[in-house]
């Protein structure tokens, strides 16, 4: 029992490099991503995981068009598509650490430009699905979607710690927030349209609150930065009197 717990606190410890995790259910999200990761197969890579979350995000896309071409209920479908994408999305690049085989840029790059060109597709989606100038909320989702992901790039290159997360609110979260919002859709024909325009306001706001933290991250690196500057100047003085 005692191993079981080092090996689990070993696996936590790896998991979590070069990543800050900051929302409600990281407690929880990061004890399941430890358990899973080290019963992964040996043929599964992380970009075999990359491609099952990309799967995931191309079955909500679908459900929408099926919702909107063949009968409603297929919006269920979404449920599996997003624990799909939460389950590839989730565990690439905690594999890669796990087994002590990351590739550090490589995979940074790989998942954001995988996770963008999902989000694009769930919106276009969602516009399929969405009568009149409703369709614009999926729009709006996707360019604020993009505004958080622009944003969490910034802060890792002005902070330094890559974060995923909007404060208390990460991608498991918003999976779980759509997840709800589609599923109450089957059952209240009309309520995504308005569940969706209170998303994207609740995200209008998170991003501008993030923004507002970032340009303070960016003004105090740049006061570090001009002492710095100063006090290599005044050494280089002191050396040449």
């Not at 407690?27 to 899973?36: C, D, G, M």
């Not at 979350?53 to 269920?76: H, I, K, P, Q």
């Amino acid at each position: 029992m005692k191993q079981d717990g080092n090996k689990m606190a070993k696996t936590l410890n790896l998991i979590a490099k070069d990543r800050k995790r900051t929302n409600i259910l990281r407690k929880f999200e990061q004890n399941t991503i430890a358990y899973l990761v080290q019963r992964m197969p040996s043929w599964l890579t992380s970009d075999g995981l990359t491609t099952i979350g990309f799967f995931g995000n191309l079955t909500v896309a679908g459900s929408f068009v099926l919702g909107a071409f063949v009968n409603r209920y297929w919006l269920l479908l979404s449920l599996l598509g997003f624990l799909i994408n939460w389950f590839g999305d989730s565990l690439d690049g905690r594999l890669a650490y796990y087994r002590n085989k990351p590739r550090k840029w490589y995979g940074f790059s790989l998942d954001v430009t995988v996770d963008w060109i999902g989000t694009i597709l769930i919106g276009l989606g969602f516009m399929i699905y969405a009568p009149g100038i409703w369709k614009y909320t999926g729009f709006i989702f996707v360019v604020l979607y993009g505004w958080e992901m622009i944003t969490a790039q910034l802060r890792y290159k002005v902070g330094g710690q890559y974060s995923i997360d909007s404060g208390i609110f990460g991608p498991t979260e918003v999976r779980l927030l759509l997840a709800f919002i589609i599923t109450l859709e089957v059952f209240i024909p009309g309520s995504v349209q308005f569940l969706a325009s209170a998303a994207c306001i609740f995200l209008l706001i998170s991003n501008l609150m993030e923004t507002r933290k970032l340009l303070r991250l960016a003004d105090q690196r740049d006061i570090e930065e001009r002492q710095t500057k100063e006090q290599e100047l005044q050494n280089r003085r002191k050396e040449n009197a």
